[in-house]
């Protein structure tokens, strides 16, 4: 599944091109020719515009303009979100033949940082669904196994990375929708703190709940992409370290949670494969345990998210319904039974439980817990052992959604021949402790 991305790092890709080794052109082309149309990872490419950015690029690196780590790096952005003069479809027949007009922030903050934008990538209808497989496109494929789930709703994105289509791209993440590929496809998916990525020119799901974050092959990648985002291009660290990437089968070392900033807690989980349960804990094996109300947390999750789903399809999901793929239109008439007290009775729920999860983070630095409790299904099953698949794939990314806290998904080894994820959870504004974090596993 190698193309010509997989192994490669943005620091190693960012020294070829001031190297002169590599130019944007090149790299351009070699993501271009890595597109497998069978993954169904993109839904429309801008060549032209593409080659415009890299020839850009180019030039301005030639002249010693230096914009940062992402110059000249090809990039995906996800189908809810908007690039100016591509169609922004969203997986539905609602918005079939619209195209954008502007940008959306994120991406305006991509070419400052001198990305070159390749194309959109596929999403569950309306990014509302973890399993990727539910779009007027049709189903995302996973890498690792062509017949199962690459996860949702960032499921292009998750795929085009883990393909080794491109090195880095933008996703969204309401209940876990960049960390859910992230884990599914065996890469790494980051989600910072609310907020902290700008959501301007980006279709909401639910406003109280939306991130953009990124899918990159590692934690590391994902640091310089976030800083990228959210603050000045980085011209030094960013560009040392390893020229490539660890094997993608490599399994993360344990964290040692003696270390400086280092305080580990193990997050419990309820209801999950028991492989993939071990798996995970097995990178953590002095961390104490803990517990946190996981299920009452998601139970706010879905009140608030529906309530605020259904307002942003009321009129679609009246006017013309026969547009929705039928399980995301099943989806909205549940949520439009919403009650108005239990949404308001889920805000007021929520501001307990972050201060319950507040406390334990005075205790410890990071949370650890599995990002998913199963591997990747079969693309078009609906549920398993632990129950539906759309529930269940939101487990445990969604609680962090809901206290707004950053959450990053690295990869941690396969279960059962499939790729699962290590979740990291920390503080808002302490994004620098998982990135930390995430190093440890990797190097220890």
């Not at 990538?121 to 990727?132: D, K, L, M």
């Not at 805000?347 to 591997?375: C, F, K, M, N, S």
């Amino acid at each position: 599944m190698g193309g010509f991305f997989t192994g490669r790092t943005l620091a190693g890709i960012a020294r070829g091109l001031r190297s002169g080794d590599e130019s944007p052109a090149g790299l351009l082309a070699g993501a271009l020719e890595s597109v497998d149309p069978d993954l169904n990872a993109f839904v429309t490419l801008d060549p032209e515009g593409a080659e415009a950015a890299a020839r850009r690029a180019g030039e301005e690196l030639a002249a010693g303009f230096d914009r940062g780590p992402l110059h000249g790096v090809p990039v995906a952005v996800k189908d809810i979100i908007d690039v100016a003069g591509l169609p922004t479809g969203m997986g539905s027949a609602h918005f079939d033949g619209h195209v954008a007009e502007a940008d959306a922030l994120c991406v305006t903050m991509l070419r400052d940082a001198g990305a070159v934008i390749v194309g959109k990538t596929g999403t569950h209808e309306f990014a509302y669904g973890g399993t990727g497989d539910v779009s007027v496109n049709g189903p995302v494929r996973n890498p690792h196994d062509r017949e199962r789930m690459p996860g949702g709703s960032s499921s292009g994105s998750g795929a085009a990375v883990a393909a080794g289509m491109v090195p880095l791209a933008l996703g969204t993440d309401t209940g876990g929708s960049v960390r859910i590929p992230a884990a599914f496809c065996g890469i790494a998916g980051f989600k910072p703190s609310y907020g902290a990525i700008p959501a301007g020119g980006v279709f909401p799901l639910a406003v109280s709940f939306d991130h953009v974050g990124v899918l990159a092959a590692s934690a590391a990648d994902c640091r310089v992409a976030y800083r990228a985002l959210t603050g000045p291009a980085l011209t030094g660290p960013a560009l040392t370290g390893p020229a490539e990437a660890a094997p993608a089968e490599a399994v993360p070392a344990p964290v040692d949670e003696g270390a400086p900033h280092g305080r580990v807690a193990w997050i419990e989980p309820l209801e999950i494969d028991p492989d993939v349960e071990r798996a995970v804990r097995a990178l953590f094996p002095d961390a104490p345990s803990e517990r946190i109300d996981l299920p009452g947390i998601r139970a706010v999750f879905r009140a608030v998210q529906d309530a605020e789903a259904y307002d942003v399809h009321a009129e679609r999901v009246a006017e013309a319904p026969g547009l929705f793929q039928p399980p995301t239109l099943e989806r909205l008439e549940r949520a439009g039974r919403t009650p108005a007290w239990r949404y308001l009775r889920a805000l007021r729920e929520r501001e307990r439980y972050a201060a319950e999860v507040a406390g334990l983070l005075d205790r410890y630095d990071i949370l650890a817990l599995p990002t998913l409790p199963i591997t990747a299904p079969r693309i078009g099953e609906t549920a398993g052992p632990l129950g539906p698949h759309v529930p269940a794939v939101v487990s445990l990314t969604c609680p962090w959604n809901v206290l707004g806290l950053p959450a990053l998904s690295v990869p941690a080894g396969t279960v059962h021949g499939l790729p699962v994820g290590a979740q990291l959870v920390t503080r808002r504004g302490a994004e620098s402790l998982l990135f930390a974090a995430a190093e440890r596993l990797a190097t220890a």
